[in-house]
């Protein structure tokens, strides 16, 4: 990866990983400018979340996604979560009755449907 340059977003938990490794990062102020550099071949390579380069890429290139590939295998992967505050009434019961609906439909294909449907997967 010495070869690239890499794209990447200030203060995002990849930095001492880079840094360490001796690699070249450009970094931005967030992941939207980042994309940009990728799009415009400033950059090589942009590590991101599938799920939200995929919707900023529809944000910012409408039609271009064509131009975008990401690897297979994921440079990182980080689980993702619903926050709620504890403050909220029925916090618990919300979080509950939420994972137990999540579990449901990623059984029955439903999640990988609407994954789909959007183009957050393929």
């Given at each position: 990866?010495?070869?690239?340059?890499?794209?990447?977003?200030?203060?995002?938990?990849?930095?001492?990983?880079?840094?360490?490794?001796?690699?070249?990062?450009?970094?931005?102020?967030?992941?939207?400018?980042?994309?940009?550099?990728?799009?415009?071949?400033?950059?090589?390579?942009?590590?991101?979340?599938?799920?939200?380069?995929?919707a900023m890429i529809k944000e910012l290139f409408p039609g271009e996604e064509g131009k975008f590939a990401a690897t297979e295998?994921?440079?990182?992967?980080?689980?993702?979560?619903?926050?709620?505050?504890?403050?909220?009434?029925?916090?618990?019961?919300?979080?509950?009755?939420?994972?137990?609906?999540?579990?449901?439909?990623?059984?029955?294909?439903?999640?990988?449907?609407?994954?789909?449907?959007?183009?957050?997967?393929?």
């Amino acid at each position: 990866m010495k070869k690239y340059v890499l794209g990447g977003a200030a203060g995002y938990y990849y930095e001492k990983a880079f840094a360490d490794a001796g690699l070249y990062v450009e970094y931005a102020d967030d992941a939207k400018s980042s994309l940009k550099k990728l799009h415009a071949g400033r950059v090589d390579f942009f590590p991101e979340d599938d799920l939200a380069a995929w919707a900023m890429i529809k944000e910012l290139f409408p039609g271009e996604e064509g131009k975008f590939a990401a690897t297979e295998k994921a440079f990182n992967e980080d689980p993702h979560y619903i926050m709620v505050s504890k403050k909220f009434a029925g916090a618990d019961e919300l979080t509950r009755k939420f994972n137990e609906g999540l579990a449901k439909i990623k059984a029955d294909g439903t999640y990988d449907g609407i994954m789909k449907k959007y183009g957050l997967m393929k």
